[in-house]
């Protein structure tokens, strides 16, 4: 009898343990949550991710999954910070020939602080645990290394988890990566984007007219067989939703007489045709177009200026256009791109 009660509280505790383990995009968006009050609380205003690793500091596709993850969930977050891009991270840690691996030591993390302005770096580890898998994250000053904060999450290890943590981390390199849709390579972006079968080059920031910013990306549809439909959310059909912020904070908005090569269109159940949101441009499979828009000047008087600005742009994308209602997702991408 006693061995009986045993064995039913053993059950009954596997399955309360595996009803607490929730899935990964669930438990990495309430971690996103928890780090975000903690940065805000903490009066920071600029963060970034590095990838996760296991206990050995060894690195999988998981521990890059997680980091984008985060970073996406915290840029959703709206807290009062500002979150660096992890490709732009990339290029200044290899520019200035910094090693991921050691930005706890106070003399790299104070030079990624003052080479990027980033005064928090989020980094943790995952590590299996049964049936599951055990995420811990830490916030990291850069000016002394000291610990801030953390958190903790647990998920299932299912069969797609499982096969990101066998896969050894590779870094995606858009002059010679072959099996990614279109080729870019020519192009040679700033930076490239993924969202789903939707790839984003930012090629070039240039000052046009005297006062405007003038940029220039790539679309490209990285799906072999079907099209996607692509254009710039708007809000009423009139302004794109979209802006960037110069060097001295000034902000530029989209102006929609600057478009080229794409449109602005807005969503709703009142707004679908036959074909979808209207008006978006149709990439063909495995192929690409040539974007352009233009900035102005919110106040209708700032100048442009070289340096580093803080681009944001929200995108509608569909597939499976003339079903009536499509399924469209709206893209928000938040970068760093040069304009010189």
Known sequence: MRRFIVIILCIVSCGYMQARA????TELSKLADNLAGQIKDQGKKKVTVL?????????????KYVAEQLTVDLVISRK???????????????????AATGLVDPDTAKKLGQFAGVDVIILGTVTPKDQNIALTAKLITTDTA?????????????SSVQQLQSTPATETNVSSNTNAGPD?????????????????????LQIVNGGQFQLTMTLANQNPRKSIW??????????????LSDANGFQFV?????????????????????????????????????????????DGRTPA???????QIEFLLGHDFGTGAPAVKVINLVSKIEAK
């Not at 904060?149 to 647990?154: D, F, I, N, R």
């Not at 200026?305 to 681009?311: I, Q, S, W």
Request: with cysteine.
């Open 230 to 243: 692509v254009a710039l959310n708007s809000s009423g059909g009139i302004t794109p939703n979209g802006s």
């Open 51 to 63: 990838d996760f690793t296991d206990l050995q500091g060894g690195s999988s596709e998981l521990g």
């Open 146 to 158: 000291e610990i801030i904060g953390a958190g903790k999450a647990t998920f299932r290890a299912d």
């Open 80 to 98: 009062d910070f500002s979150v660096l891009d992890r490709a732009n991270l990339k290029s200044i840690l290899a520019e200035h020939n910094l």
């Open 305 to 311: 200026t070289p340096g580093v600005c803080n681009l």
């Open 254 to 298: 989209i102006n929609r007489a600057g478009l080229s090569g794409i449109q602005s269109a807005s969503y709703g159940p009142y707004r679908y045709n036959n074909d979808g949101f209207s008006p978006a441009v149709e990439i063909q499979p495995n192929d690409s177009i040539s974007v352009t828009l233009k900035f102005t000047p919110f």
């Open 22 to 25: 929730q899935d990964m995009d």
């Open 184 to 204: 870019l390579s020519d192009d040679k972006p700033q930076m490239v984007k993924k969202y789903g079968d939707l790839s984003v080059g930012l090629q070039t």
